[in-house]
């Protein structure tokens, strides 16, 4: 069955791999692009996301621009790993069309509105910071999400971006716990899974060497994680000879959940030593949580959808 889903993103070299999967999937029907400060800001963000539809052919699909910074807090960025255009220097075509006129949270709220109840799917790759904002501002709309998948975080991982927060955690942690805490039907996807789906040098090449568009430039994208002296925050094995594909976890789960074990645990976020951080607490909400992964057949899936065309 078809799932409509909206991506939300901060791209991103690996975002930027996970949306061209959605876009080579037929399983998903991307009705559109929110955009959210994170690996870079807001303006370079959303010009990424124009960009890689442009590279896929698809500008029909609207890009609206989202929260420019967290909800409390200042925010950062990530250049050293995803290159100061986010893309990691990989050459992308300019937007073929300009975000739409309306901010993300109120286009999200009116897309929700418009659909049946529990239809619409959130596939969040970047801070939850517009999905917090949507259950501040529209909590009704958001009651009618259907799924959110959203990677992010560390449960026994240590982390990337302190002692054991992930990235997108440790950006808007107040907005992780908002969303953890509504009663959405949320997926979490964190450091635990993503780091077994890594990609090496000789995939990379193979992709480069493929005939289509989406997968020469997944190739040359990942190939620029090799170029980052942190990895994209991954631990990567002596010789440094793969890299993690951490958002297009996001999309392969949609696609194939059976690839994934998952949990609910009941998860605390932590808002002060180690912003992000997350810890079991009984007292808190349970998120179902992706522990284990099938590896080897989530690369499989992705690399047939990239070169498929």
Same mark, same amino acid.
């Given at each position: 069955?078809?799932?409509?889903?909206?991506? *939300?993103? *901060?791209?991103?070299? @690996?975002?930027?791999?996970?949306?061209?999967?959605?876009?080579?999937?037929?399983?998903?029907?991307?009705?559109?692009?929110?955009?959210?400060?994170?690996?870079?800001?807001?303006?370079?963000?959303?010009?990424? $996301?124009?960009?890689?539809?442009?590279?896929?052919?698809? %500008?029909? !699909? +609207?890009?609206?621009? /989202?929260? $420019? =910074?967290?909800?409390?807090?200042?925010?950062?960025?990530?250049?050293?790993?995803?290159?100061? *255009?986010?893309? /990691?220097?990989?050459?992308?075509?300019?937007?073929? &069309?300009?975000?739409?006129? !309306?901010?993300?949270?109120?286009?999200?709220?009116?897309?929700? @509105?418009?659909?049946?109840?529990?239809?619409?799917?959130?596939?969040?790759?970047?801070?939850?910071?517009?999905?917090?904002?949507?259950?501040?501002?529209?909590? #009704? %709309?958001?009651?009618?999400?259907?799924?959110?998948?959203?990677?992010?975080?560390?449960i026994h991982e240590t982390g990337n971006a302190g002692p054991r927060a992930?990235?997108?955690?440790?950006?808007? +942690?107040?907005? $992780?716990?908002?969303?953890?805490?509504?009663?959405? *039907?949320?997926?979490?996807?964190?450091?635990?899974?993503? &780091?077994?789906?890594?990609?090496?040098?000789?995939?990379?090449?193979?992709?480069?060497?493929?005939?289509?568009?989406?997968? =020469?430039?997944?190739?040359?994208? !990942?190939?620029?994680?090799? =170029?980052?002296?942190?990895?994209?925050?991954? &631990?990567?094995?002596?010789?440094?000879?793969?890299?993690?594909?951490?958002?297009?976890?996001?999309?392969?789960?949609?696609? #194939?959940?059976?690839?994934f074990g998952t949990q609910a645990l009941q998860l605390a976020v932590d808002?002060?030593?180690?912003?992000?951080?997350?810890?079991?607490? +009984?007292?808190?909400?349970?998120?179902?949580?992706?522990?284990?992964?099938?590896?080897?057949?989530?690369?499989?899936?992705?690399? =047939?959808?990239?070169?498929?065309?």
């Amino acid at each position: 069955m078809t799932r409509t889903v909206i991506i *939300d993103t *901060d791209p991103g070299i @690996d975002d930027a791999v996970a949306i061209l999967l959605a876009l080579a999937s037929p399983e998903l029907e991307v009705r559109g692009v929110t955009t959210v400060a994170g690996n870079l800001g807001i303006g370079v963000t959303t010009r990424n $996301a124009g960009r890689i539809l442009a590279l896929a052919g698809r %500008s029909d !699909i +609207p890009v609206a621009v /989202g929260a $420019a =910074q967290p909800l409390t807090r200042r925010g950062s960025d990530s250049a050293g790993v995803h290159g100061g *255009d986010g893309l /990691g220097g990989v050459a992308f075509p300019e937007p073929a &069309r300009a975000p739409i006129g !309306i901010a993300a949270v109120e286009w999200l709220a009116a897309e929700v @509105d418009r659909a049946p109840a529990g239809s619409l799917d959130v596939l969040a790759l970047g801070p939850l910071t517009n999905l917090a904002l949507l259950l501040r501002d529209h909590p #009704r %709309s958001a009651a009618r999400l259907g799924k959110v998948i959203a990677m992010g975080g560390a449960i026994h991982e240590t982390g990337n971006a302190g002692p054991r927060a992930e990235f997108n955690m440790a950006t808007d +942690p107040e907005a $992780a716990a908002a969303v953890f805490a509504a009663g959405l *039907d949320v997926v979490l996807i964190p450091l635990d899974v993503t &780091r077994r789906v890594r990609a090496t040098r000789a995939e990379t090449a193979a992709l480069r060497a493929s005939a289509t568009a989406a997968a =020469q430039a997944s190739g040359a994208l !990942i190939d620029a994680y090799f =170029q980052s002296t942190s990895g994209g925050g991954s &631990r990567p094995p002596a010789g440094g000879d793969s890299r993690p594909l951490h958002d297009p976890c996001v999309m392969l789960y949609a696609l #194939r959940p059976e690839l994934f074990g998952t949990q609910a645990l009941q998860l605390a976020v932590d808002f002060g030593d180690d912003p992000g951080a997350l810890a079991l607490d +009984p007292s808190a909400a349970p998120v179902v949580t992706t522990m284990s992964v099938d590896g080897a057949g989530a690369k499989t899936l992705l690399w =047939q959808r990239l070169t498929d065309g």
